[in-house]
């Protein structure tokens, strides 16, 4: 992987809170009095998914670690999976794939001193943005893209972030791109529930990607939450998967 070693860089610059910031979901009103910072692990059983093509046995234990900052010119999210192989290889605890993405964005109404738009706005702040990706399989690209991104204030709980981006990977040629994320509190049958997710649709020179990972966690204290976790895509691993709906398990612990 040519970027791993940035990768692991970034890691610990976010983990210190030096590194400029990005967000993948805005915190809330409540939040917004202090600046914020989160790492967590997640621990998932990923289960064999349903394609409507040709994809191969796909369980699998995958590890991931995540963090978040907020600092005065913007933020940052940065993550790194690691993936092992399936079962039937007889390497389910061994290292199969690694994947890495940052995604800093630059605050242009706070680095350039501008009025910042009302509590109630729609638009509650607009960034330039990068986002940088790493992995070591061929579905996957090395990615770099650059373009702007807003906060949709939707509720003072949910605040969805959009990105639209230049991307350019590998041997593909500039395409656009456009990503969303979200986090936000959700009740079901009186239980209160964080569902969270993002969303990417981009084109690569065969044509056009569609992937989404939608969240739905259940804290049972304040460092622990169980959840699962639904892969969503189309034409993500090859054009021969086609649809593809791969189902998690897991386990977060934040520190």
């Known amino acids: 992987m040519k970027f791993i070693h940035v990768g692991i860089a970034a890691l610990i610059v976010s983990a210190l809170g030096l590194g400029p910031a990005w967000a993948q979901q805005r915190p809330s009103e409540a939040e917004k009095q202090e600046q914020v910072s989160t790492t967590h692990v997640e621990i998932h059983h990923r289960f064999d998914g349903l394609s409507s093509g040709e994809l191969p046995d796909s369980k699998a234990l995958l590890l991931t670690f995540e963090h978040y900052s907020e600092q005065s010119y913007g933020d940052q ?37 501008l009025s910042m ?32 991104s807003i906060d949709l204030r939707l509720s003072d709980d949910f605040i969805p972030v959009l990105n639209l981006y230049a991307r350019k990977a590998e041997e593909n040629r500039w395409a656009p791109m456009l990503a969303a994320a979200w986090q936000g509190p959700f009740t079901f049958f009186g239980a209160d529930f964080r569902f969270k997710g993002f969303i990417d649709f981009y084109r690569v020179n065969e044509g056009w990607i569609f992937h989404t990972q939608p969240q739905l966690l259940f804290p049972i204290s304040k460092t622990i939450s169980l959840g699962t976790e639904h892969q969503i895509s189309r034409n993500l691993y090859s054009a021969e998967a086609g649809w593809v709906w791969l189902p998690t398990l897991f386990l977060k612990v934040f520190f």
């Open 117 to 148: 738009p009302e509590k109630e706005a729609l638009i509650q702040d607009y960034y330039f943005s990068v986002r940088l990706t790493d992995v070591d399989v061929p579905y996957i690209n090395q990615a770099f893209m650059w373009g702007s």
């Open 77 to 113: 999210f940065f993550f790194f999976d690691v993936l092992g192989n399936t079962p039937d290889q007889g390497r389910y605890f061994k290292t199969g794939e690694m994947f890495f993405r940052w995604d800093p964005r630059f605050s242009i109404p706070r680095i350039f001193n």
